[in-house]
Nanobody, 128 residues
Framework: QVQLAESGGGLVQAGGSLRLSCAAS????????MGWFRQAPGKEREFVVV????????YYADSMKGRFTISRDNAKNTVYLQMNSLKPEDTAVYYC?????????????????????WGQGTQVTVSS
């Protein structure tokens, strides 16, 4: 089992920045990749970005490139999502997720069903 705990969400004005954290515990060595998703009210969950634990390789949703940056600290078993130039449309609950499926393609990891464990989510609200 892998437990995930997000933090760092909050209320920010448009143009501002936030850094989300996702701390993993439990059988973290079994995790192959960590992803971030978000879900706005009334909308489906949306892929943001994924990072492979060992290589550090990343894959972003096209719409997230440029403003969002994922990083990891292997020693702390923590993944970060730096979000800059935030817009009201970035308002959502942000979730981190862990995949234990080694060798998964980026396509699979850009979809919710590519993950085995999910955090509880952290709310990000961007005011205009």
């Amino acid at each position: 089992q892998v437990q995930l705990a997000e933090s760092g969400g909050g209320l920010v004005q448009a143009g501002g920045s936030l850094r989300l954290s996702c701390a993993a515990s439990g059988r973290t060595f079994s995790s192959y990749a960590m992803g971030w998703f978000r879900q706005a009210p009334g909308k489906e969950r949306e892929f943001v970005v994924v990072i492979a634990w060992s290589s550090g390789r990343t894959y972003y949703a096209d719409s997230m490139k440029g403003r969002f940056t994922i990083s990891r600290d292997n020693a702390k078993n923590t993944v970060y999502l730096q979000m800059n130039s935030l817009k009201p449309e970035d308002t959502a609950v942000y979730y981190c997720a862990a995949s234990t499926r080694y060798g998964s393609s980026w396509l699979r990891l850009s979809q919710s069903h590519g993950y085995d464990y999910w955090g509880q989510g952290t709310q990000v609200t961007v005011s205009s």
